[in-house]
């Protein structure tokens, strides 16, 4: 399977845990994205990284999300302190940074569920 | 700011036949994307089409096509011959010119029903 992979697929965790996500992009894909979406709306855009600097991150990563893609391959997005709010789809996406109308290739996405 | 808007949240077509599924979108910027995705209930964005700004004819991929009316700021998606497996949600999407990397703002969806 060549495609964007997330793991896991699922995570219920209580409040107040710590979560991790891993993203793993199409192998030559240097650009790779978080994007995170609640039930019923579209995807946010959350975080970038182009290798493995983190070039982007929208106000809704609060002080308790952090996201890291240490060798320019995976990625993992970590969540402190969970709360109820945070229940969500998190998406990671990735492409190829040569040419302008490249579509971004998403996984399957990680749904999390804080009880 | 930049929105998109995807006014019908359900649709349904008989197999076979023709659906739109409506987008428009505000922006103020003169160079920018727009794509369509399908998101069926496994949860994986799929990508369908793209138009560009600048792009002179509506983009065409096999049963998709994309009605770009850039005055009107409109970016619908035709979906011809229905199949049951088009049964799914669809986003419309914007890419900004920011840096060309795929940030992205989606639209609310539209979910598709086609019925045989």
């Known amino acids: 399977d060549t495609g964007v992979s997330q793991d896991p697929r699922h995570k219920i965790t209580k409040r107040g845990q710590n979560v991790t996500f891993r993203c793993d992009p199409i192998?030559?894909?240097?650009?790779l994205y978080w994007y995170r979406q609640t039930l019923g709306q579209g995807p946010e855009f959350l975080t970038y990284?182009?290798?493995?600097?983190?070039?982007?991150k929208s106000r809704l990563l609060s002080d308790r999300f952090s996201a890291e893609r240490p060798k320019g391959s995976f990625s993992t997005l970590e969540i402190q302190r969970t709360e109820q709010g945070d229940s969500a789809m998190y998406l990671c996406?990735?492409?190829?940074?040569?040419?302008?109308?490249?579509?971004?290739?998403f996984g399957q996405g990680t749904r999390l569920t804080v009880v | 700011a930049q929105k998109i808007t995807q006014t019908q949240p359900g649709m349904f077509v008989q197999e076979k036949e023709a659906v739109t599924l409506d987008c428009t979108y505000d922006?103020?910027?003169?160079?920018?994307?727009l794509f369509w995705y399908k998101q069926p209930s496994s949860g994986e964005m799929i990508f369908l089409i793209y138009?560009?700004?600048?792009?002179?004819q509506n983009a065409t991929e096999g049963r998709y096509s994309l009605n770009f009316q850039k005055a009107r700021k409109s970016a619908n998606l035709v979906i011809s011959a229905s199949q049951l497996g088009d049964s799914a949600m669809y986003f419309c999407?914007?890419?900004?010119?920011?840096?060309?990397?795929?940030?992205?703002?989606f639209g609310a969806g539209t979910r598709l029903a086609v019925h045989p």
């Open positions: 996406a990735s492409s190829p940074s040569a040419g302008v109308n490249t579509e971004a290739f």
């Open positions: 192998s030559e894909h240097n650009r």
């Open positions: 990284f182009q290798n493995e600097a983190q070039l982007e």
């Open positions: 922006t103020s910027d003169q160079s920018y994307g």
């Open positions: 138009q560009g700004s600048y792009d002179e």
């Open positions: 999407a914007m890419r900004r010119p920011s840096g060309g990397y795929n940030k992205l703002i």
